[in-house]
């Protein structure tokens, strides 16, 4: 086997440019499929396991969020209240900037 691999290249060898340039065309494309090949395996499993993964993080982040005290925007603007941040109530928006300006 190994003496007829050797034999093959020394013909390869000895044939003109654009036949050599045949081969190592032939020779990228099948590279080229392997490592493709294995990548969109790679890929597939990678895409498998986040997609088990998904509904567990739904279900994880839905329970970070209190669902009863966290009013919607629809119903902020319905009642045309003002969103308070920490302790600003009664400051007015000026006057809270000014003081985070000076806190900092």
């Known amino acids: 086997m190994a003496r007829t691999l050797w034999e093959k290249i020394e013909s390869i060898r000895e044939q003109p440019e654009h036949i050599r340039m045949r081969y190592v065309v032939g020779c990228l ?3 080229m499929f392997f ?3 294995i990548w969109l395996l ?10 088990r993964e998904v509904p567990e993080a739904i279900t994880q982040g839905k329970e970070l969020v209190p669902k009863d005290q966290v009013p919607s925007l629809g119903d902020l603007l319905e ?3 003002p969103l308070r ?3 600003q109530n009664g400051q007015t928006n000026t006057n809270y900037f000014d003081e ?3 806190s900092r």
Not at 42 to 51: A, M
């Open 35 to 37: 490592i493709l090949g």
């Open 100 to 102: 985070q300006g000076k």
């Open 29 to 31: 494309v099948v590279s």
């Open 79 to 81: 009642q045309k209240k």
């Open 42 to 51: 790679s890929v597939g499993e990678n895409f498998r396991n986040i997609s």
């Open 85 to 87: 941040v920490d302790n």
